[in-house]
């Protein structure tokens, strides 16, 4: 059980008081036992934790991301040992690491796709990335792809790429089948 702690403490598990806090296990606030376990196993083998990066759940069962500097003393009276530290919050940048990794994972799902010729322009037209088969199908190396511009691969006077050009600078979203120019 939780002996002693701050408000800040008590608002990033989201329990609404100190009182409340005191009745949840320790146990409970950790997704998987074999976490709990590790963090003692290295805290008892150390004595102290510094930047220590684990996972806490809380009250409402989602996820607090946490740094957390931590000794372990013993009371002088009791004789037991307790833990004294600071934790802070990094839930929002663990998040949107998440979510980047999650992106990144989604864009190679689709560059690395064999079955799709996929290219990669920024708003200049000088082409970023493509896949294989885009290169396959243009008789380019990748890194000759990478050298043009998609006036240079892609037909100017295609009306797709036309439309695909207007939707891209009116919303920032683009996808369209365009015919290109082979070497």
Known sequence: FIINC??????????NSFEELMTTKVTDLYFSSDDRNEFLSRLREHKKLYNYESVLKRKDGTPLYIIENIFMRTDPDTGEEFFDGFIIDISERKLAELAIKDANSKYEAVIDNPLVSYSISNKNGDVIDANDLACEMFVYIKQEFLKWTRTYIFDVKDHPLKLALTLRNETSRHGADINGIKK
Not at 6 to 15: C, H, P, S, T, V
Request: charged fraction near 30%; avoid cysteine; proline fraction near 0%.
């Open 6 to 15: 701050n408000e800040a403490f008590i608002k990033m598990l989201r329990y």
